[in-house]
């Protein structure tokens, strides 16, 4: 059974995060740990454009985690933690997560996208130019890079595509290149 089949029998063809049955998607919720369903969520096209686009976001719509924060699923308890703490300053999801408990593991996952630190707190990624990088962008090898502990060598020009950020250091990212996930130095990549 695929991945979008596992997913469609665990959500019962709703959102899990708002429970629509309207424009489903996958949506993969980083940084992806085993790159199977346990790393997704479905969404509705409303949801995933609102996480996608901080400047699209309508805090009503988001009243919805009442009910989806007590997911037993840690992918969408993660992505319940990291909208409910976007919104925080609108009042009411502050008491939402205060009652929100997440496991150790499952709560390092949430901070990972650096969501709720404050901007002076908050790792800045650059690429070699100074562009800031974001989770999920897309980057290209500007200088061939040997894989450390393989043969492999990442070809200059190579596009990384929804890459993750080292949550701990500004200078790595991490990607998929020909299938295997590897960290890359910022300073060898340009933002697509």
Same mark, same amino acid.
């Not at 408990?101 to 949430?110: M, R, V």
């Not at 070809?155 to 949550?167: C, E, W, Y």
């Given at each position: 059974?695929?991945?979008?089949?596992?997913?469609?029998?665990?959500?019962?063809?709703?959102?899990?995060?708002?429970?629509?049955?309207?424009?489903?998607?996958?949506?993969?919720?980083?940084?992806?740990?085993?790159?199977?369903?346990?790393?997704?969520?479905?969404?509705?096209?409303? /949801?995933?454009?609102?996480?996608?686009?901080?400047?699209?976001?309508?805090?009503?719509?988001?009243? /919805?985690?009442?009910?989806?924060?007590?997911?037993?699923?840690?992918?969408?308890?993660?992505?319940?933690?990291?909208?409910?703490?976007?919104?925080?300053?609108?009042?009411?999801?502050?008491?939402?997560?205060?009652?929100?408990?997440?496991?150790?593991?499952?709560?390092?996952?949430?901070?990972?996208?650096?969501?709720?630190?404050?901007?002076?707190?908050?790792?800045?990624?650059?690429?070699?130019?100074?562009?800031?990088?974001?989770?999920?962008?897309?980057?290209?090898?500007?200088?061939?890079?040997?894989?450390?502990?393989?043969?492999?060598?990442?070809?200059?020009?190579?596009?990384?595509?929804?890459?993750?950020?080292?949550?701990?250091?500004?200078?790595?990212?991490?990607?998929?290149?020909?299938?295997?996930?590897?960290?890359?130095?910022?300073?060898?990549?340009?933002?697509?």
């Amino acid at each position: 059974m695929d991945i979008s089949k596992k997913l469609a029998s665990r959500s019962g063809g709703k959102c899990e995060l708002c429970g629509s049955t309207e424009d489903l998607s996958t949506y993969e919720v980083q940084p992806a740990k085993n790159g199977n369903e346990d790393d997704s969520v479905v969404v509705c096209g409303t /949801c995933s454009n609102q996480i996608e686009n901080e400047d699209a976001v309508e805090a009503n719509h988001w009243r /919805c985690l009442n009910d989806s924060m007590w997911s037993e699923v840690p992918a969408v308890q993660v992505m319940a933690w990291r909208m409910l703490t976007r919104l925080k300053t609108e009042g009411w999801p502050q008491d939402l997560l205060d009652m929100l408990y997440l496991d150790e593991e499952t709560l390092a996952w949430a901070k990972a996208s650096g969501e709720g630190e404050v901007d002076s707190d908050k790792l800045v990624h650059r690429d070699s130019n100074g562009v800031i990088l974001e989770m999920g962008d897309t980057v290209v090898l500007i200088k061939d890079l040997p894989v450390r502990g393989s043969s492999m060598v990442a070809k200059r020009g190579t596009a990384v595509r929804r890459i993750s950020l080292v949550h701990d250091n500004a200078e790595h990212i991490e990607g998929k290149v020909d299938g295997i996930q590897i960290v890359i130095l910022t300073k060898f990549v340009k933002k697509m």
